[in-house]
């Protein structure tokens, strides 16, 4: 019998041998100045779409639709345009005029430029980059990016979104202030929280309960007051400073681990590498645009979001339901979650909705039985807190399973750092493994001192940051195993030490500052850790040189996406007042941290109830990690189980059981090769629900709609 290797598998290995860069793919200044633009563009526009326009949160969670939007107009339509430029000298120059001459048009006389506009900076890159096209035209050469540089300006984008609204600037800057304009006899913070804050100067005070900032600046000669803001975003430049730092060593520490051992599948990362892999600089077009299979999957998000926005402008035509009547699965179907888990493996995918069946019994039979927490807890698992510490229990054990399977990966990171393993090589690697330890050790000690010096036991101090980067590591781990575009913890780490340890352990100056830690520590649903462990899967088949320039990258798209959006969000505090922008960024948040501190004050022991449900679940964990690895029959993945309660987990686990109900019948009757073929499907309804939400979003920015908000997950 003739033996030889099925066609498939053949297609398979040579995918597998054929690289998404080659060796004419380098970084070059292009690069570094489309992504600066444009990563500037989006830490602007994101906080602008949902507090003027009131629309979608485009920079809220992992998924990042305001970074794949902005990417998709990219390499659908600049770098297209970049490449009929460069054609011709005359294509150039024409382009040049033809741009020019509408920018005067929408601009002229140039006396009432609004300089905070999306629209006015948008316009403004594009005219530079037609000018800046006829020179290079002229000498042969184009601003068009290859693969190498759009990986870059992807891997910038995201790390935007990662700071511009939920992640951290939407809520910092309303958490400094809300404290003074919204205290009252009610809620009693002057009188409860006023005698507790910190030693050094981390709120801002104007000396008028910051009115302006909340109500915006009249025409009568009133002013922002500058002055209030320096200090406190000084202290808090060298905290933040020190966890972005500690949050991108520990991603480039486990890199290869979960990239290269484990092989992990980052769902998240599949979209933008499919767009990066059909880039060619022969073409014009794209080859992600030219697949039949992504138009059709475009289509059914664009058709039911362009519906539902129309339904917005005009009440007579019906808005169209994204609910499925799935019972027990009663929420909404998203399309770009349904495409990112149908990316992932079936048991992984099967096992999360089945834990979340699981999850909503216990919690019924706990409600039956009359076992409850008094706690209150506005995130994680906030209808049965004491669920909530069964699954922080899960996710440290998750954590605890995925360092010591990496034990030996780790062993090597440490020996390298301390120059006793030369045989290591750490070149390929965004920082060398001794920059990367001295910057998770430094991270973590900068940070802890800094909350000894605002008053914060120092134990206590040192506990809490290595709890909230052990937080960090577990929904990392799950993002990128289970593609899950929008989670929290189930306890997070301020409720953990100030509830579960006891406010008495903490002090009342303790408590106040960790609850100012709900900044950064509370939501957890779009963070730098998780966003650079994407971006390395990125740059997988960069050099070693390209790989460091993407550090690079890294960092100015952190300074340009926090500074860009503290701009942003300042003058349109400013501008039109707080009150009336976001209600969540800049009242509901602020006062659920400060109502919170306020209950915790008064003096309390371990809650031994959660503890012991902490180490139940922690339990749970481990068993079901030993059956994973002991047990061939064993069916279920224990990556679902840490966040089978989260109260986010209703609103996608629709989403992740049809992706997985489709994904079994296709496999089942299909078989792997046409599982492969609908891949572009799906991946094609990802990137038209972004944008479709950027398009809607562009609409109502011009005729000044608000509320038009298409999908929600």
């Not at 499919?274 to 697949?291: P, T």
Request: aromatic share 14%; net charge positive.
């Amino acid at each position: 019998m003739k033996q030889k290797i099925p066609p498939l598998y053949r297609q398979y290995l040579r995918s597998r041998s054929e690289p998404l860069l080659e060796s004419r793919h380098r970084l070059t200044w292009r690069g570094f100045f489309v992504g600066g633009c444009l990563s500037f563009f989006l830490a602007i526009s994101a906080p602008y779409s949902n507090m003027v326009i009131k629309g979608a949160y485009v920079a809220a969670d992992i998924s990042t639709p305001g970074a794949i939007f902005v990417f998709v107009v990219l390499i659908g339509v600049l770098n297209l345009a970049f490449k009929l430029a460069a054609r011709s000298r005359g294509t150039a120059l024409a382009f040049a005029i033809a741009l020019g001459s509408a920018w005067l048009y929408a601009y002229w006389p140039l006396t009432n430029i609004d300089v905070h506009s999306p629209g006015l900076i948008f316009s403004t890159f594009a005219l530079i980059c037609a000018l800046g096209n006829v020179p290079l035209a002229w000498s042969g050469r184009s601003l068009a990016l290859n693969r190498a540089e759009l990986i870059m300006v992807y891997a910038m984008l995201a790390m935007v979104s990662a700071v511009c609204t939920m992640g951290l600037t939407e809520l910092i800057l309303p958490t400094l202030t809300a404290i003074f304009y919204y205290a009252s006899p009610e809620n009693q913070w002057r009188e409860k929280l006023f005698p507790h804050f910190p030693e050094h100067n981390i709120l801002v005070d104007d000396g008028a309960e910051n009115t302006l900032f909340y109500e915006g600046i009249s025409e009568l000669g009133q002013s922002i007051p500058y002055g209030a803001w320096v200090e406190p975003l000084m202290w808090w430049a060298v905290f933040l400073l020190a966890l972005y730092v500690c949050m991108i060593s520990i991603a480039v520490i486990l890199r290869r681990q979960w990239m290269e051992r484990e092989r992990l599948t980052y769902p998240i990362a599949q979209v933008g590498l499919a767009m990066i892999r059909g880039e060619d600089e022969n073409r014009l077009v794209n080859g992600f645009f030219k697949r039949p299979s992504v138009w059709i999957g475009m289509a059914i998000p664009f058709l039911v979001g362009s519906l539902r926005g129309m339904s917005s402008y005009y009440p007579s035509i019906p808005m169209v339901s994204m609910r499925l009547p799935i019972p027990y699965l009663e929420g909404k179907v998203n399309f770009a979650l349904t495409g990112f888990t149908y990316l992932i493996d079936t048991r992984i995918s099967g096992s999360v909705w089945v834990f979340y069946l699981l999850g909503r019994l216990q919690k019924s039979a706990l409600a039956i039985a009359g076992i409850k927490s008094e706690q209150v807890h506005f995130h994680g698992v906030p209808d049965a807190p004491l669920v909530g510490y069964e699954g922080l229990g899960a996710l440290l054990v998750l954590v605890a399973g995925v360092l010591w399977t990496a034990r030996e990966h780790l062993k090597a990171v440490w020996l390298k750092a301390l120059g006793r393993a030369p045989h290591v090589d750490d070149r390929d690697e965004i920082l060398s493994y001794r920059s990367a330890v001295i910057g998770t050790l430094g991270g973590i000690a900068v940070m802890t001192l800094w909350l000894w010096i605002m008053g914060t036991p120092l134990w206590v101090s040192f506990f809490f940051i290595v709890l909230a980067m052990m937080i960090f590591i577990g929904i990392t781990r799950i993002i990128a195993e289970a593609g899950l575009a929008t989670l929290r913890t189930p306890v997070n780490a301020p409720d953990f030490v100030v509830m579960g340890l006891g406010s008495s352990l903490v002090g009342p100056t303790g408590v106040f500052n960790l609850s100012m830690t709900y900044i950064w520590a509370d939501e957890v649903r779009s963070f730098a850790m998780a966003t650079c462990t994407n971006a390395l899967k990125l740059i997988e088949d960069m050099d070693a040189r390209s790989r460091r320039l993407v550090f690079l990258a890294l960092i100015l798209a952190l300074l340009i996406g926090t500074l860009g959006s503290f701009w942003m969000i300042f003058h349109a505090a400013y501008r039109y007042g707080g009150i009336n922008l976001d209600y969540w960024f800049f009242k509901a948040g602020p006062a659920i941290a400060y109502d919170n501190a306020v209950r915790n004050l008064e003096p309390a022991g371990i809650y031994w109830p959660g503890i012991g449900f902490l180490f139940g679940g922690g339990g749970i964990m481990a068993l079901l990690y030993w059956a994973r690895h002991r047990l061939s029959w064993w069916p279920l993945h224990p990556i679902g189980f840490p966040v089978a309660a989260v109260d986010l987990m209703p609103h996608i686990i629709t989403s992740v059981f049809v992706a997985w109900f489709i994904k079994v019948i296709i496999l089942r009757y299909g078989g792997v090769n046409f599982y492969q073929r609908t891949q572009g499907f799906f991946l094609g309804m990802i990137a038209g629900q972004m944008l479709t939400l950027g398009l809607w979003l562009i609409i109502d920015y011009f005729t000044g709609h608000t509320g038009n908000f298409l999908f929600s997950w």
